[in-house]
């Protein structure tokens, strides 16, 4: 994964959608899952060589600041390493080519298409920074059904193994589709990338490194231990980060092996239950959460690091700064924000990278809509409301020393389900109809008008009605509002719940068919709680707007 000091990416609840408070697609404890990890390489690197071509056979490192936080394997091959600073990097690689890239724009943008593009082949992916996504593809195993009898790719500490029994025919089809959408995302969008295999999300990241560059491993339960033996230190354990080393740390745990070794109990006592078990689990290979399908933003934020800012002046040109940007990308998500923070960091000695602080507040209606509308006094009204939440912050007649001011825009409404894009579209948790084991890939050509429409069946839970309700309530659909009434008489349904599309359109092509009729199925979980309704099916339909 890219590091570019602290403005790698936006929040890490930025793609969380308003859909993850319920769970879709298989058990996540099953041990039968085969989960996909898929990191870009050298990510930056590559979206400028995408964008100028001249670049791909010279050595070329991505600047932030005084760092190179990313560089190609041109100039890797030539002593440049991530993170090395831009003297040592010059000294080593005279012929490096530096490109600025402190502006995230170019990047973001690449990384929202590749999850996109793996979201229309699989509605569970759950994207992880700009240049990872899980990818949960059980389902597409099983449907395949035909047991592989090879595995594409590197198999982890293993030149040769029979895949006719367990999970091991389940991980060599799985490693096929991870071969087949690798393919995808670089005849696409240009873009290499590696591949791991396994039966959970954090076993999938850790082996997915192991050959680099675009290439893919697939691990196997019995190497299990032998992949988290082989760790070393807890840093390298995802989910530790370096707060929690620094506690591990003072109970004279070192390595993934201490923490194996460690006492559950004391564990618990440190951290309490909760946190304790899921330590203990991760240094086991053990991780059962879901893939969690990413959606629009809940939230947008830019932010900027540098050495000193040491003036109330400085503090609101580097603002307003930010909030140009930011601005510029709130008009283009289209949604009004609700809620405005500020973090900033102050230096410290001790504790140089770990020490932030925010004030939030909400956004007067008039400023939102200023914001959305592109008016050209939204950032001074912004700049405005910044520094009051400052000067809770800092005192600005005493001396002060920032090393790091983030604006961020929270509390951003649901996206509507007809966004094109598909982020937080309802249309992103819909199984394509094609079948994987009759074409590897779906094709992704365009539907006529004339097709037939689409049939879809909704278990749904109060979750999910008040997500879906809210989503087309605001297009002012009386068609929606008598559906969505009927369903809400249905009353509750189990914990779990699925959206299906039986013969849907080709994913584009539903989103430009304005004209189309929906036949609509609501249909019942079978452990919903009571009476009669158990038994109710009604058939609505609606005209989409």
């Known amino acids: 994964m890219e590091n570019s000091d602290d403005n790698n990416d936006e929040d890490e609840t930025e793609w969380k959608t308003s859909f993850t408070d319920f769970t879709v697609g298989p058990n996540p404890t099953s041990p039968h899952r085969v989960i996909l990890h898929f990191d870009l390489d050298c990510f930056y690197a590559q979206v400028e060589m995408i964008r100028n071509p001249a670049l791909r056979n010279v050595p070329l490192g991505i600047q932030q600041k005084y760092i190179v936080v990313t560089c190609n394997y041109v100039a890797r091959e030539q002593g440049v390493t991530k993170l090395m600073s831009v003297v040592d990097a010059q000294e080593k690689c005279p012929q490096l080519v530096l490109v600025k890239g402190e502006d995230l724009t170019h990047y973001r943008d690449m990384s929202y298409k590749v999850t996109e593009l793996l979201m229309s082949y699989c509605h569970l992916v759950e994207r992880l920074g700009f240049d990872e996504n899980y990818v949960d593809v059980t389902e597409m195993v099983e449907k395949r059904l035909t047991h592989c009898s090879s595995f594409e790719g590197h198999v982890y500490n293993r030149s040769g193994v029979e895949t006719n029994t367990g999970d091991h025919w389940r991980l060599a089809v799985g490693s096929h589709i991870a071969a087949e959408l690798r393919t995808v995302i670089c005849s696409t969008l240009g873009l290499t990338g590696c591949a791991g295999v396994a039966t959970n999300k954090l076993?999938?990241?850790?082996?997915?490194?192991t050959f680099k560059p675009n290439q893919q491993t697939t691990l196997l339960p019995q190497d299990v231990d032998h992949i988290m033996g082989h760790l070393g230190s807890l840093r390298r354990l995802p989910g530790v980060g370096h707060q929690t080393s620094k506690r591990l740390q003072a109970l004279g745990l070192v390595t993934v092996q201490d923490l194996q070794l460690f006492p559950l109990a004391d564990l618990v006592k440190e951290f309490g239950a909760h946190t304790g078990q899921r330590l203990k689990n991760l240094s086991l290979g053990v991780d059962d959460s879901p893939v969690v399908p990413t959606g629009a933003p809940q939230s947008l934020s830019d932010e900027d690091s540098f050495k000193k800012?040491?003036?109330t002046r400085e503090v609101v040109e580097k603002t307003q700064d930010l909030l140009t940007i930011l601005v510029e990308r709130m008009q283009k998500d289209g949604r009004q924000p609700h809620t405005f923070r500020l973090t900033l960091r102050r230096y410290s000695a001790d504790n140089?990278?770990?020490?932030?602080?925010?004030?939030q507040c909400p956004i007067p209606n008039h400023i939102g809509q200023k914001v959305v509308s592109g008016s050209t006094d939204a950032t001074a009204h912004l700049v405005t409301m910044a520094m009051k939440l400052f000067n809770k912050m800092v005192d600005g007649s005493a001396a002060f020393h920032l090393t790091l001011l983030n604006v961020c825009f929270t509390n951003l409404p649901p996206a509507r389900g007809t966004v094109a894009s598909g982020k937080g579209a309802i249309t992103s948790f819909f199984t394509l109809g094609s079948s994987p084991r009759n074409s590897p890939i779906p094709s992704q050509t365009n539907v006529p008008a004339h097709s037939h429409p689409i049939s879809l069946t909704l278990i749904l839970t109060p979750h999910l009605f008040k997500s879906i309700q809210t989503l087309f309530i605001k297009r002012n659909s009386l068609n929606c509002l008598l559906l969505f009434k009927t369903i809400g008489t249905l009353g509750t349904v189990g914990p779990y719940c699925l959206i299906q599309a039986q013969k849907?359109?080709?994913?584009?092509?539903?989103?430009?068919?304005?004209e189309r009729r929906l036949n609509v199925r609501i249909l019942h979980n079978k452990d919903m709680d009571n009476n009669k309704t158990h038994q109710k099916l009604i058939s609505l339909t609606r005209v989409l707007n």
Request: charged share 30%; aromatic share 6%.
């Open 309 to 311: 800012i040491s003036t």
């Open 352 to 359: 140089k990278w770990f020490s932030r602080e925010s004030r």
């Open 203 to 209: 076993l999938a990241k850790l082996v997915s490194g």
């Open 504 to 514: 849907i359109l080709r994913r584009k092509a539903s989103l430009v068919c304005t």
